[in-house]
């Protein structure tokens, strides 16, 4: 009888019926992974063993065209408040309310455990309970000082402690605590892998080491065969070549071979642990009852990494908590097949995240389909208020609410179709992008726009911006009107892109040229709670009477007689003084240089301290070294390489700590 009730009201209208008393409402678990590529998972074409999350897939629904922000903390905004990220108000959120908060009305138990990311902690954005760490990154043994417990600094065991296991024991504590207060529950699992550092456990390195001897060309091109003999892409998809800043795996030297395959065993690794973590979690709820009217949510923050921080460090294990090995741009490429580029950029290998939705009671698609209709994290709070008749409501107490970005995905899940939706919207940084419908725009850090047919070249290799210059500027002025009107984002974010087109690269990709040297052990002793998640710093900003550009490895620039200058106005370090900052300058400027810096937020510049010194400016490039005595720790900075007008260009701009240790770099 229930059973009919449930489908005479799925017919009616979708999912109206679980409104009613003899309905239980769902439980929703959403997990999200940090750094995953879209080509990570056994079902989404890996070769890693991830049986538990292929098991939800072949039982459940995969979308082949789920879109997250890109970067971790946009994603987790958009993720848990439906609405852009600028949109919602950035990390403070301030123009949103959570899902937790729109599920607490119903009846919801609310638990999150992981990495948080955002302002404040979990437990002032609607959830009865969390654990896990406030920081963008931690050391998965050591941990670091933003752990919490339920609002309360919790200190890291000093043995026995492992994140991607701490994350899981604490969700099945917090589930049992749901139970016994017989409450339908929300529960949020943000893991930290595999983000770097890679920190794998050492029998989960193991089980992958020389796995990856063969290289990133054939574990690529076998990925890409996989994702088409399971139907994931069609048959007919070109998958992107490897770029130019990717050497061929055969022409590494072997030391830089071994290097990389040791690399990938960790990825593999910390992957592996998710989903054998993801399996306990998955027993647990069988044993509770609970698999069948359980929501299930798969995603990934954003796309592989190719930021490689720190120098590789030879003949050290990656399971010694001391170690921190970092990304690799080659394997990033590989773990984003068949797509272009990485984390930050708009192009789909930063956007595209694998997405597996399970729930016996709800879903009507046939087990293990595949979904190809666009959707995005913004849409998972719209679809969630749905299934479990609540609405996000348009005001909050101490907050703005604007109207939701994203839509109910409900339609998909009763086993129809969402035949058009509305354009999504992409900014990170300076990277930019719109979907909508069959096209999309996309510009890689401001350069000028590009535009793709996704229905026939979802690979975006095929350019039509000077074929269809009708489509492209529909577009743009779509995503200026947005950006503008939905972000409330004016400035800097809504600036025109360049007219200049420049090799597409970045300071922070591996550089295969370099010779292999081991370094020294990164970060003993220290934990990253680096919120910036990555030591390229923000672009300066240009003083009044300077435009800067970033024109390849270059800051350039164009500077007026008007107190010309760079202002860093947050540094975002965290390590104490002493520094020294390095760059090369070449100058067709005039006048004195100097150095302004502060320790303090509330010492604006140029009260603060100084430093002068001297640049040629003859249009020769010269290297340049300032040593910054300060024994705090830095806040905001102003270098002014001149006092005159004209060009001025700096590359390799580092700020270092006392051992050398590479703090910030620019651009
Ligand atoms: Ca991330």
Redesign the pocket.
Known sequence: MKALTLLLALLLTPFAGLQAADIKKPNILLVM????GFSDLGCYGSEIATPNMDKLAANGVRFSQFYNTA???S?RVSLLTGRWCKQAGDQGMSRAVTIPEVLHPAGYFTAMTGKWHLDKEPTDFGFDRYFGHLS?ATNYYKGDKTFRLDGKPWTVPAQGFYTTIANVDYAINFLDAARSAKKPWFLYIAFNAP?GSLQPLKVDYEKYLGRYDAGWDIVRAARVAKQKQIGLLPADTVECPRPEHIPAWDKLPSEQKTWESQRMSAYAGLIDRIDQEMGRLLANLQSAGEMENTLIVFV???GA?PYDRGRPQIGTHPYDPDTSWSDSTGWAWARNSPFRFY?QNQFEGGISTPAIMHWPAGLKTKSGSIVSSPAHLVDLLPTFAEITGTKSPETFPGRQPTPLAGISLAPILAGGEIKSRPPIHLLFGSDRGLRDGEWKIVSFQSQPWELYQMSTDRTELNDLASQHPDILSRMVKQWHDLTANVLLSTGKDNQPVSTKVIPKTHIGWTDYAAPLTAGKIRGKGKQSTDKA?STTGALPRGRAGTKVKVDGKQLVLTCSSKDPGLAFDKLGVSTPGPYTLTFRVQSKSSGEAKLLWTTDAATILPKGKLQLFTVKHDGQWQDISLTIAETKTLFGMRLDPCAGEGEVRIEALQLKDAKGMVLKSWP
């Open positions: 992974v940090d750094d995953m970067k971790c903390h994603s963008g983000h990934s923050d954003n990494c984390k998640d």
